[in-house]
């Protein structure tokens, strides 16, 4: 083997490594959620970067809010149409369609977890109906944001678990997320431990925390990093909302590295507010995120 064979053979070596253990920065972005006509191709996506845009949401519910035993629609912004999915996918390679399930509301109902009479039959009918949504936009995975629960024990650690697992394993989606806050920790925990297997991010909602300064997110982080994965949990940023604001977010990710977290991705809530700063929060994290020497 000359030195130039040996060089190439150790080139497709690390490559080989690469592409083995590397899934990349991440950034995951909600979006549709308040109705106004928001554009997906509006959104500066850099390479270097897997872009999850979350399309909010997708609800088990009818439009007056009942409940419809795991047949799930789409109620986000209806400018973020199948085609629009199909265009922002082509033209950018490192873009994956999420759709969210449930959030806080419709309308003006609030929407909870319920235990189902025949989980089953929700797991099948959760299945069936989200795997033809995700035939229809284009989607690579499911995002999990139930935000109230009933008082008593539930089922929805195990439909959810099922349910992401299945879709896995017949490859109808290949990235699952969660979005606890501080209020749903347990049932979240519940899921992770049964099922973190098939969990591939915590989009930990840091903003309900009410930290607002570097050090304390720092803090907040370490203690949610103990509840899940270190290297799953994703630092989160709420546009025009509750906690940190500003640059101190950015000063919150240097302070985490030097803290020993690896910074793998950052959460932001949402396009529909970003629109109007031109996308400061998204530009900023992804060059935060492309900077970064702590590799995943
Ligand atoms: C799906 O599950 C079956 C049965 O457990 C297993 O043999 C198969 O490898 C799984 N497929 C994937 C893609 O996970
Ligand atoms: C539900 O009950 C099981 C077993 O009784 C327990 O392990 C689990 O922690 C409970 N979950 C919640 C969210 O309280
Ligand atoms: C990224 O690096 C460039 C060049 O060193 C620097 O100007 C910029 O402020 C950095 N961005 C962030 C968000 O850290």
């Given at each position: 083997m000359s030195m130039f064979q040996l060089f190439l053979f150790q080139l497709s070596g690390i490559l080989f490594l690469s592409q083995q253990f590397c899934y990349g920065k991440v950034m995951m972005e909600y979006i549709g959620a308040t109705g106004v006509p928001v554009k997906l191709e509006a959104v500066p996506v850099e390479e270097g970067i897997v872009f999850h845009f979350i399309l909010s949401f997708a609800i088990d519910a009818d439009p007056s809010g009942n409940t419809q035993n795991g047949k799930f629609s789409p109620y986000w912004a209806d400018t973020l149409t199948p085609e629009c999915v199909a265009a922002m996918k082509k033209s950018h390679p490192n873009v994956k369609a999420l759709t969210s399930l449930s959030g806080w509301s419709l309308g003006d109902k609030v929407l909870r977890w319920y235990t189902p009479d025949d989980t089953q039959q929700w797991i099948s009918n959760a299945f069936s109906s989200l795997s033809s949504m995700a035939q229809q936009y284009h989607l690579d995975g499911i995002d999990i944001d139930y935000e109230n629960f009933p008082r008593h024990n539930s089922s929805f650690a195990y439909c959810i678990g099922e349910l992401i697992t299945l879709l896995k394993n017949q490859s109808v989606i290949s990235v699952a997320t969660i979005a606890p806050y501080h209020k749903t920790i347990a049932p979240y925990i519940e899921l992770f431990e049964n099922?973190?297997?098939?969990?591939?991010f915590v989009n930990y909602q840091f903003y309900t925390d009410k930290v607002r300064k570097p050090k304390s997110y720092v803090e907040a982080f370490k203690i949610r990093a103990g509840q899940f994965d270190k290297e799953k949990l994703l630092p989160s940023y709420e546009v025009n909302g509750r906690g940190i604001q500003g640059d101190a977010f950015f000063d919150a990710l240097s302070l985490l590295e030097e803290n020993g977290?690896?910074?793998n991705g950052v959460m932001i809530f949402s396009a529909d507010a970003s629109s109007s700063n031109d996308y400061y929060y998204e530009r900023k994290s992804q060059d935060f995120l492309l900077n970064s020497t702590v590799s995943v």
């Amino acid at each position: 083997m000359s030195m130039f064979q040996l060089f190439l053979f150790q080139l497709s070596g690390i490559l080989f490594l690469s592409q083995q253990f590397c899934y990349g920065k991440v950034m995951m972005e909600y979006i549709g959620a308040t109705g106004v006509p928001v554009k997906l191709e509006a959104v500066p996506v850099e390479e270097g970067i897997v872009f999850h845009f979350i399309l909010s949401f997708a609800i088990d519910a009818d439009p007056s809010g009942n409940t419809q035993n795991g047949k799930f629609s789409p109620y986000w912004a209806d400018t973020l149409t199948p085609e629009c999915v199909a265009a922002m996918k082509k033209s950018h390679p490192n873009v994956k369609a999420l759709t969210s399930l449930s959030g806080w509301s419709l309308g003006d109902k609030v929407l909870r977890w319920y235990t189902p009479d025949d989980t089953q039959q929700w797991i099948s009918n959760a299945f069936s109906s989200l795997s033809s949504m995700a035939q229809q936009y284009h989607l690579d995975g499911i995002d999990i944001d139930y935000e109230n629960f009933p008082r008593h024990n539930s089922s929805f650690a195990y439909c959810i678990g099922e349910l992401i697992t299945l879709l896995k394993n017949q490859s109808v989606i290949s990235v699952a997320t969660i979005a606890p806050y501080h209020k749903t920790i347990a049932p979240y925990i519940e899921l992770f431990e049964n099922y973190g297997d098939v969990i591939d991010f915590v989009n930990y909602q840091f903003y309900t925390d009410k930290v607002r300064k570097p050090k304390s997110y720092v803090e907040a982080f370490k203690i949610r990093a103990g509840q899940f994965d270190k290297e799953k949990l994703l630092p989160s940023y709420e546009v025009n909302g509750r906690g940190i604001q500003g640059d101190a977010f950015f000063d919150a990710l240097s302070l985490l590295e030097e803290n020993g977290f690896g910074v793998n991705g950052v959460m932001i809530f949402s396009a529909d507010a970003s629109s109007s700063n031109d996308y400061y929060y998204e530009r900023k994290s992804q060059d935060f995120l492309l900077n970064s020497t702590v590799s995943v």
